[in-house]
């Protein structure tokens, strides 16, 4: 079946780093385009990070912009995420996100249960 696995949140003081790791299994990893969101308490979930398949290109929301580095390994069916600088705001249940759209119009979306990231002093 597929799974989607989020490891590697917690708890961490303001300018610190956290690196976010996402396993997937149950189908062809490397064809989908894959990303994190994140959804901070009481607020809707958003966009942080999205990489396509073949990692051709990167898309960041303005706020984590030359802070978080999004990459994957298609050989380990594994997304991540590289958080630097990180700050109060950004604290959220971040989930891994994989989808893609065939050319026939049917639409693949799956999702991770979430992983806690909480940064506070």
């Known amino acids: 079946q597929v799974q989607l696995v989020e490891s590697g949140g917690g708890l961490v003081q303001p300018g610190g780093s956290l690196r976010l790791s996402c396993a997937a299994s149950?189908?062809?990893?490397?064809?989908?385009?894959v990303g994190w969101y994140r959804q901070p308490p009481g607020k809707e979930r958003e966009l942080v990070a999205r990489?396509?398949?073949?990692?051709?290109?990167?898309n960041y929301t303005d706020s984590v912009k030359g802070r978080f580095t999004i990459s994957r390994d298609d050989a380990k069916n594994t997304v991540y995420l590289q958080m630097n600088s990180l700050k109060p705001e950004d604290t959220a249940v971040y989930y891994c996100?994989?989808?893609?759209?065939?050319?026939?119009?049917?639409?693949?979306?799956?999702w991770g249960q979430g992983t806690q990231v909480t940064v506070s002093s």
């Open positions: 996100n994989a989808q893609k759209k065939t050319s026939w119009g049917r639409l693949y979306d799956y």
């Open positions: 149950g189908f062809t990893f490397r064809t989908y385009a």
């Open positions: 990489i396509t398949s073949a990692g051709g290109s990167t």
